[in-house]
T-cell receptor, first 111, second 114 residues
């Protein structure tokens, strides 16, 4: 089955630690996205990538970094510079202008 | 803000009733999309309506778009308990280097009472 897979489902971060969230898709989509969702809120765009080896900052990129070395993969690193990282993180992919396909998210908490 | 804004924020109805939620936005759009999110899960696409369309149907879902009022509505007919979820509208902009994905509203939380 084609789809988008995020791992892990739950992740815990210690103070001063970087953590990486995985996102893999086998839909052959060029575009991939990372969103952050806080309780009772909508989605805010962190980073997006339209093509391999290229990515752009979204509305709330500070404290986050990404890479796009392969079409299928778009990992997100939450760095120690992100002071309020506790949130639900969603990865999506699409053909540009078409509906986005979402993974089931990673919930990040601080120890 | 360019994002869509849903109304109401929360809606509770009896099973079998119809549910209507609205979305307003502030700029010209290429298309408007509705998504559903079950608790703790990712979003699932429901319907895409283009700026030159006025109404679309998919099963028990009906979406309307009024570009003159910059608003859209999602109607769920004959609601079921399984329709309990949050519903988001998302706008895809017409211009402005628009490769930055969709802009989502904060959602309407729909509860269907059995």
């Amino acid at each position: 089955d084609g789809g988008i897979t995020q791992s892990p489902k739950y992740l815990f971060r210690k103070e001063g630690q970087n953590v990486t969230l995985s996102c893999e898709q086998n839909l052959n989509h060029d575009a991939m996205y990372w969103y952050r969702q806080d309780p009772g809120q909508g989605l805010r765009l962190i980073y997006y990538s339209q093509i391999v080896n290229d990515f752009q900052k979204g509305d709330i990129a500070e404290g986050y970094s990404v890479s796009r070395e392969k079409k299928e993969s778009f990992p997100l690193t939450v760095t120690s510079a992100q002071k309020n990282p506790t949130a639900f993180y969603l990865c999506a992919s699409s053909i540009m202008g078409q509906p986005q396909h979402f993974g089931d998210g990673t919930r990040l908490s601080i120890l | 803000s360019q994002q869509g804004e849903e109304d109401p924020q929360a809606l509770s109805i009896q099973e079998g009733e119809n549910a209507t939620m609205n979305c307003s936005y502030k700029t010209s759009i290429n298309n408007l999309q509705w998504y559903r999110q079950n608790s703790g899960r990712g979003l699932v696409h429901l319907i895409l309506i283009r700026s030159n369309e006025r109404e679309k149907h998919s099963g028990r879902l009906r979406v309307t778009l009024d570009t003159s009022k910059k608003s859209s509505s999602l109607l769920i007919t004959a609601s079921r308990a399984a329709d309990t979820a949050s519903y988001f509208c998302a706008i895809f902009l017409s211009s402005g280097g628009g490769a930055d994905g969709l802009t989502f509203g904060k959602g309407t939380h729909l509860i269907i009472q059995p």
